[in-house]
């Protein structure tokens, strides 16, 4: 009698030890737990549809959430409960239970490599979204704007990708219409689903193409998308048309988040489903009223425009990207303002120790003979393109020479934000006396840049007139495979 009411006890704590005396006992802990989650009420209840367990430590069973109204699974949710085995007894933990998180990190990592959710989940259907349409996804923040990977599809799980926002801004990753908001929740932390407090938008872009934004700050809806939703989180309740590059929210830490950063994740369809309010945010003391959650399944790794899905999933934390969300420049055509100097240094800007001037038709240009800093001398133009990684470009230069001594003129095409960033480059050596002869750099963009920006630095320091320099051209050429720069 002693010991029955001991286990009751403990099962009102959410802990149901027993003994692991028969091949059986790891089920009979199983259904004790589940049978004492479904007495306590909610929405839903829990049923144990597999597992990944090592038989001599623990690890994870697969649950699927039913409605309690209809007794039908929620299409695609699966959570997790854990199970260890201390001193010959097995105990399970739901997600909510106080001691969740830190029993997750005692599961052997043999066995945490092999927890694969999918079996239990639909699948993603290729043949639904076209390949062009998987990869034409643009960055989740403000455009120009810099974030983080801190963990990509490889380490996060299909379809899920997050990221620290160097400005708090999340954004539409491609057009679609907001089917889905809320930013009501402000608490941080673990409750009866790692859902549960995301304040979460999700967009519809395309038949079987959708993306939810999690984690986002409390309140921070834009007035021309919350004026758009309604308070009836139980059903899709916004229907607001987005581009790509709007912002729709601000990067917060609501739900299961240890720090500030926007969760992200992808999927041919979505459900929402109904958790209980153990934490009772909203203090009233009812806890077992429902609150409602949006969730992603059939989740699909998406390419970032430029990138494949496989390169995405590859990424690896501390990979540092900015967002651009305006429009490629025009394939085969000129981007470049002035480029023949007829307007003389019009659209131009000097940088560094340089002296030049337009005569002629031409420009003239050398860097100064000082030891002042900075220590170049170019001229430059911001070309009001951004572009997308992987895209190829050629320059077109005529570069001579009209003095008595050697030169050197560096054309470079690169990420405005810095070299650092992502720069194609060659060096083209200019004899004395060289007239203006064509010049061509080729190369592709090694990520997302902002801005394009074309550069041409010339040394040595000598003070002598003067390099030359007429007919610039830069044009997009996807028709291009190139392997790497290539200077003509």
Not at 453 to 467: H, K, M, Q, T, W
Request: aromatic residues 10%.
């Amino acid at each position: 009698m002693r010991q029955t009411l001991i286990i009751l006890a403990l099962m009102l704590l959410g802990l149901t030890p027993i003994r692991a005396q028969t091949p059986d006992a790891l089920d009979l802990a199983i259904t004790a737990r589940l049978d004492a989650h479904a007495a306590q009420g909610g929405a839903f209840t829990y049923r144990a549809v597999g597992d990944t367990v090592d038989l001599e430590a623990g690890g994870v069973v697969y649950l699927e959430n039913i409605d309690r109204a209809t007794g039908d699974a929620y299409p695609g949710l699966i959570d997790l409960a854990l199970v260890t085995l201390d001193s010959g007894a097995w105990t399970v933990y739901l997600p909510g239970d106080a001691m969740y998180n830190s029993i997750y990190s005692r599961i052997p990592p043999d066995t945490l490599a092999q927890i694969d959710a999918r079996p239990y989940k639909p699948n993603a259907d290729p043949a639904l979204v076209s390949r062009d349409a998987i990869r034409a996804y643009r960055y989740p923040w403000a455009d120009g704007q810099w974030a983080t990977v801190t963990r990509s599809f490889n380490r996060h799980g299909l379809g899920q990708i997050d990221f620290d926002l160097s400005s708090n801004e999340v954004a539409a990753a491609k057009d679609g219409v907001i089917v889905y908001a809320s930013a009501r929740q402000a608490t941080n932390g673990y409750n009866e689903g790692a859902w549960w407090y995301w304040n979460t938008i999700v967009i519809e872009h395309a038949p079987y193409e959708y993306s939810l934004y999690g984690h986002i700050l409390a309140d921070s809806l834009p007035d021309w998308i919350a004026s758009g939703c309604s308070n009836d989180f139980s059903v899709p309740n916004c229907n607001v048309p987005v581009s790509a590059g709007d912002v729709i929210a601000l990067e917060g830490s609501t739900g299961y988040s240890s720090n500030p950063h926007l969760h992200v994740e992808f999927g041919q369809a979505w459900g929402i489903a109904a958790y209980r309010d153990t934490k009772d945010q909203d203090r009233d003391g009812e806890r077992l009223e429902s609150v409602y959650a949006p969730y992603m399944y059939a989740e699909q790794n998406i390419g970032f425009r430029g990138f494949a899905p496989s390169e995405v999933a590859a990424w690896a934390y501390g990979t540092v990207l900015q967002a651009y969300h305006g429009a490629n420049a025009p394939s085969g055509q000129n981007i470049v303002r002035n480029g023949d100097f007829s307007a003389e240094l019009t659209g131009w800007d000097a940088s560094g120790q340089l002296s030049w001037a337009a005569r002629d038709g031409m420009l003239r240009f050398l860097r100064l003979n000082t030891a002042d800093t900075p220590n170049w001398a170019s001229f430059y133009q911001n070309l009001n393109y951004g572009a997308d990684a992987n895209v190829p470009f050629e320059v077109q230069i005529a570069l001579g020479n009209d003095s008595d001594y050697a030169k050197t003129a560096t054309v470079t095409l690169r990420n405005a934000a810095g070299a650092r960033y992502g720069s194609i480059a060659c060096d083209f050596a200019l004899p004395p006396h060289v007239p203006l002869t064509p010049r061509i750099l080729r190369g592709v963009t090694n990520a997302t840049w902002g801005l394009l920006r074309l550069e041409v630095f010339v040394n040595p320091p000598d003070g002598i007139s003067a390099a030359l320099a007429d007919d610039v051209n830069v044009t997009r050429r996807p028709d291009l495979v190139l392997s790497g720069v290539e200077c003509i």
